[in-house]
């Protein structure tokens, strides 16, 4: 359990690889990492792989060997995150049949420079997006809250460390809403290039290194999950949990074809349990800004539910993630890895992840509980155009 650190602190980029393997050294912290779904399809580029090439648990075995305590999957709060927006989808669809009133269309919210964009850009907007917090927001309040409670030991000696693969996510973890009072419930965040060099800072042979899994409770992820990493994943496993929550039967095909690709806006309808569901799916800013005038002026379309990813692509492109240098084949490679991760999960609906069904059972209840809204959820406010 060592880390290679440069004597002069020259090879550090930035305060948070420091302040990492500062935590990494510190005999009384508890340092838990979690990585998102994106960055097991572009991390090998750094090291010389193919784009696409799947490596989450040579990624997982070289954290270990950082000096991780715990190395979780934040594919894991994906699924939570399906469970809290997909019931506040239901619950909107519900409201509007019965009272033809509600704040639709829901808007995803699990993109922080989608949510950014909309605070500076759509402030009279802001009742509309999930108050689901994203992935990684979910994780580090599940990690400090229940996790820590579970080791017994204070949140503050627990340091939680993402691996993402965007750097507004960096802006994320600093947001009052991810907090208990001074103690973040994301410590540091490490894009996926910063990440690599870590690793190689530690003199770690990343492709000569054994597999390993994720740690339990927090490590385990459905094929919903994994999809969060590309354009319509998110809406498409939505989409999944929804469907067999309001049928009460099993969705036999899984893949909602229309909501893929990298068209800048795809749209369609879904008929769920006699509903008409219509969805759209929007990936980079320009068409994020052209899906909201559609709905500020009126949402004639009868939009009910939306998903926004800032990046090109959705967090497969995302600006932490390994250099494109002007070559958008290795998106069409790293959403191909993605989607054939999916395909060989053994679960691959997020209501069907056996930890999730513990967590609510063991601690909060149900979707959207009292208990739920304190860790899972957040508000949005308006803030001042840069
Ligand atoms: Fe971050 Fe881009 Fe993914 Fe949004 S789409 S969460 S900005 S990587």
New binding site residues.
């Given amino acids: 359990q060592c880390v290679a650190v440069c004597p002069t602190g020259a090879l550090m980029e930035t305060d948070d690889t420091a302040k990492v393997i500062r935590a990494l050294k510190d005999p009384n912290k508890t340092v838990v990492f979690q990585t998102?779904p994106?960055t097991r399809v572009a991390i090998g580029e750094e090291f010389g792989l193919e784009p696409g090439t799947i490596v989450t648990n040579k990624m997982v075995t070289a954290l270990k060997r950082l000096g991780a305590d715990y190395v979780f999957d934040t594919n894991f709060s994906a699924d939570l995150t399906i469970m809290e927006e997909g019931t506040e989808l239901i619950g909107r669809l519900t409201d509007y049949i019965e009272n033809k009133k509600a704040d639709l269309p829901i808007l995803t919210s699990?993109?922080?420079?989608?949510i950014n964009f909309m605070e500076t850009q759509y402030p009279d907007q802001l009742h509309l997006p999930s108050t689901a917090k994203?992935p990684q927001g979910m994780f580090g309040a599940v990690a400090k809250n229940y996790f820590a409670e579970k080791l017994d030991i204070d949140r503050e000696n627990m340091v939680v460390v993402s691996i993402?693969?965007?750097?507004?996510?960096k802006l994320e973890a600093v947001r009052d809403s991810l907090r208990v009072k001074d103690n973040p419930d994301v410590d540091y965040v490490l894009t996926t290039r910063e990440a690599a060099r870590l690793i190689k800072m530690a003199n770690i042979d990343f492709n000569s290194l054994e597999d390993s899994n994720y740690d339990d409770p927090l490590g385990e992820g459905t094929g919903a999950a994994v999809i969060f990493?590309v354009t319509g994943g998110v809406l498409e496993a939505a989409l999944r949990t929804v469907y067999e929550t309001l049928e009460k039967k099993e969705l036999k095909k899984l893949e909602f074809v229309p909501l893929r690709g990298f068209q800048g806006v795809k749209k369609a309808t879904v008929t769920i349990a006699g509903i008409e569901v219509n969805a759209a799916v929007v990936?980079g800013l320009g068409n994020a800004r052209t899906i909201m005038e559609e709905i500020k002026n009126g949402n004639k379309e009868n939009l009910h539910v939306v998903e926004v990813?800032?990046?090109p692509g959705?967090?497969i492109?995302?600006?932490?993630?390994p250099y494109l240098h002007g070559d958008d084949t290795i998106l069409e490679k790293r959403t191909k890895a993605i989607y054939e991760i999916d395909h060989s999960e053994r679960i691959r609906k997020s209501h069907e992840n056996e930890a999730i069904q513990e967590l609510y059972k063991n601690y909060y209840q149900e979707p959207n509980s009292e208990l739920a809204h304190r860790d899972l959820h957040t508000h949005f406010k308006k803030q001042e155009k840069y």
């Fill in positions: 998102a994106a699990c993109c922080p420079g989608w994203s993402m693969p965007c750097t507004a996510k990493g990936h990813m800032a990046c959705g967090c492109g995302g600006g932490g993630q």
